[in-house]
C-alpha cells in the first residue's frame, strides 16, 4: 500500500497551518478532507490541491461536536476512501490572563483542542484498526511549556502531548503511530490576531519574535506541514510518541 490509495483528514484545513499541511499530504500522494466549520470557507485549499493534479474534499464540521464528528468521518470514508491518516490541527485561542479568563474562555479552548483531538480520533482510529495502518498528528505548542495569558491554551497543548502519548501506547500494535508537532511562532492568521489584540503592527511582531529565535525567522505553515509530511510517511513507522518542536531553536 502506497501514500497514493491513503485518505488523510486534515482538521482546521481551510486556514494557515491546516491548509499548508492539506496541500503537502496532497502533493504527496494522499486524497486529502480539508475538515473545517464552514465547508465553504475550505475552497481554496481544496481548489488549490485540485489545480495541482491532487484529490480533496471539503467537510464542514465542528470538531468539538459528537455528531458533527461522526458525520464528517462516515463523509470522508464514503467519497474519498477509509481514513488512516489524521491530522488534528483545528485550534482557537482565547487568551487572558487568569484573572480575567472567563470559564467560557476556558472550556472554548478545551473543546476545540481535547475535546475535538479525542472526537476526531476515536471516530477515525476504527479505520486505522481495520486497515492495520494509521498515522495520527496532533498539533501541540511551544505554549505547552507554559506562557503568559494563554493558562487555558498551555493546559491544552500539554493535554494533545499525553494523549498523543497514550495513544501511541494503545494504538502502536495495530500498525498506528501518534506523534505530536510542537510549533513555535509561525505566521498565520492566528498569530496575526495576538498581535493585533496587542495593539502591534504584525511586521513588528514578527520582527521581534524573530529576534528571539535561533534561526532568525519566524516560521511558516510550511515548516509544519514538512514535518507533518515526514511524520505520517510508511519510512516513520518507528517512530511514535513523539513531541517534536518545531521553533527555530530547541525547546525543553
Ligand atoms: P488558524 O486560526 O489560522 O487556523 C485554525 C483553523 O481551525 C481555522 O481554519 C478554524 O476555522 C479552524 N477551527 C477552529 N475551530 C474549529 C472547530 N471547532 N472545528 C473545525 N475547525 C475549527 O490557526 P493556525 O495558526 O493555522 O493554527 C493551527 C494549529 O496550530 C492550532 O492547533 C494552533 O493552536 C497550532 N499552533 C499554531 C501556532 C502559530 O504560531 N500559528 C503555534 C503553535 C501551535
Not at 488534528?88 to 472567563?102: C, P, S, V, Y
Request: glycine letters at 10%.
Amino acid at each position: 500500500m502506497n501514500q497514493e490509495r491513503r485518505t488523510a483528514i486534515v482538521t482546521g484545513g481551510a486556514h494557515g497551518i491546516g491548509a499548508a499541511v492539506a496541500k503537502r499530504l496532497a502533493a504527496d500522494g494522499l486524497a486529502v478532507a480539508v475538515l473545517d466549520l464552514d465547508e465553504s470557507a475550505c475552497a481554496a485549499t481544496v481548489d488549490a490541491v485540485t489545480a495541482a493534479g491532487g484529490r480533496a474534499l471539503a467537510v464542514g464540521a465542528n470538531v468539538a461536536d459528537e455528531e458533527s464528528v461522526a458525520a464528517a468521518v462516515d463523509r470522508v470514508a464514503a467519497e474519498l476512501g477509509a481514513p488512516t491518516v489524521l491530522v488534528n490541527n483545528a485550534g482557537i485561542t482565547r487568551d487572558n490572563l487568569l484573572f480575567k479568563m472567563t470559564a467560557l474562555d476556558w472550556d472554548s479552548v478545551m473543546n476545540v483542542h481535547l475535546r475535538g483531538a479525542f472526537l476526531m480520533t476515536r471516530a477515525v482510529q476504527k479505520h486505522m484498526v481495520e486497515a492495520k495502518f494509521g498515522r495520527v498528528v496532533n498539533l501541540s505548542s511551544v505554549s505547552a511549556l507554559g506562557n503568559r495569558g494563554q493558562a487555558n491554551y498551555a493546559a491544552a497543548k500539554a493535554g494533545m502531548q499525553g494523549f498523543t502519548k497514550t495513544l501511541a501506547f494503545e494504538l502502536g500494535k495495530f500498525g498506528v503511530t501518534a506523534n505530536a508537532i510542537a510549533p513555535g511562532f509561525i505566521e498565520t492568521e492566528m498569530t496575526a490576531a495576538t498581535a493585533a489584540r496587542m495593539g502591534a503592527d504584525f511586521e513588528d511582531f514578527k520582527k521581534m519574535a524573530a529576534a528571539e529565535i535561533p534561526v532568525n525567522r519566524v516560521g511558516q505553515p510550511e515548516d509544519i506541514a514538512h514535518t507533518a509530511s515526514f511524520l505520517v510517511s510508511d519510512g516513520a513507522g518507528f517512530v511514535s510518541g513523539q513531541v517534536v518542536y518545531v521553533a527555530g531553536g530547541p525547546r525543553d
